[in-house]
C-alpha cells in the first residue's frame, strides 16, 4: 500500500498571505488528522475528518481550516499567515486508532 | 484534558547498550498508548502500542511499560543501533479524543 502523501513538501510564504496543503491518505483509511509541529510546542492536534465531517478540532484560531472530500483526501487551509504560522505539518490517516502520518509540508513565513 | 509530560528531553547511549525512554500523563481515564520515533526529515513512525488492560507488550528489540498507579509510561529498547538515533514520542488517547503527544526525546546512540 502507498503511504500518507502530503503536498508540497516545503513553501515559503509571506505574513498575510495563505496556503493550502494537500493529504493523500492510504487507500481504505477514511480518518485523516492533521497536526502542526513546532520545536517550542511539539506536535499539536489541528483536526480530525472522518467521512468528510470534522469529527475533532484542537485549539487554534479560525485561521486554520480544513476539509475532506469524498475520496478521503484532505485539504488544510491557513489564512492570514503570520510569522508564528511556520511550521511542519502532519497529516495522518488512521485505521483503529494508528495514526500513520505523512513525511510533512514545511510552512516557512517571512 | 491530558496532559504528557516530559522527563528528558536528550538521551545519549552507547551502541550496544539498553534505552530507556519515559513519559508522563495527567488523565487516569486515558486507555491508548502509543510511542512513534521520528527521524530527521520523515514523520513520525508507529512503533509500539499498549492498551490500559495490560502492563507490558513486547516488539522486536522495543517493550512498553505501562504503570496506571503512578501515571507512567516506559519504552525500553534493547541493544541500541545506530539507526535507533531519533526523536521518540509518547503519544496518548482517552476515549474518543484525538492522540494527544508528549514533547519528544532525542536519543543519540554513540558508536
Known amino acids: 500500500k502507498a503511504g500518507v502523501t502530503q503536498t508540497p513538501r516545503y513553501l515559503i510564504k509571506t505574513r498575510g498571505q495563505q496556503v493550502t496543503l494537500s493529504c493523500s491518505p492510504i487507500s481504505g483509511h477514511r480518518s485523516v488528522s492533521w497536526y502542526q509541529q513546532t520545536p517550542g510546542q511539539g506536535l499539536q492536534f489541528l483536526f480530525e475528518?472522518?467521512?468528510?465531517?470534522?469529527?475533532n478540532k484542537g485549539n487554534f484560531p479560525g485561521r486554520f481550516s480544513g476539509r475532506q472530500f469524498s475520496n478521503s483526501r484532505s485539504e488544510m487551509n491557513v489564512s492570514t499567515l503570520e510569522l508564528g504560522d511556520s511550521a511542519l505539518y502532519l497529516c495522518?490517516?488512521?485505521?483503529?486508532?494508528?495514526?500513520?502520518f505523512g513525511a510533512g509540508s514545511r510552512l516557512t513565513v517571512l | 484534558g491530558e496532559s504528557v509530560g516530559l522527563h528528558l528531553p536528550t538521551l545519549s547511549v552507547q551502541e550496544g547498550d539498553n534505552s530507556i525512554i519515559n513519559c508522563a500523563y495527567s488523565?487516569?481515564?486515558?486507555?491508548?498508548f502509543i510511542w512513534y520515533k521520528q527521524e530527521s526529515g520523515k514523520g513520525p513512525q508507529f512503533i509500539i502500542d499498549i492498551r490500559s488492560n495490560m502492563d507490558k507488550r513486547q516488539g522486536q528489540r522495543v517493550t512498553v511499560l505501562l504503570n496506571k498507579t503512578v501515571k507512567h509510561l516506559s519504552l525500553q529498547i534493547a541493544a541500541t543501533q545506530p539507526g535507533d538515533s531519533a526523536v521518540y514520542f509518547c503519544a496518548i488517547m482517552g476515549g474518543n479524543t484525538p492522540l494527544v503527544f508528549g514533547k519528544g526525546t532525542r536519543l543519540s546512540v554513540i558508536a
Open positions: 488523565n487516569s481515564a486515558s486507555d491508548y
Open positions: 475528518y472522518f467521512s468528510e465531517t470534522q469529527r
Open positions: 495522518a490517516s488512521s485505521e483503529a486508532n494508528v495514526l500513520t
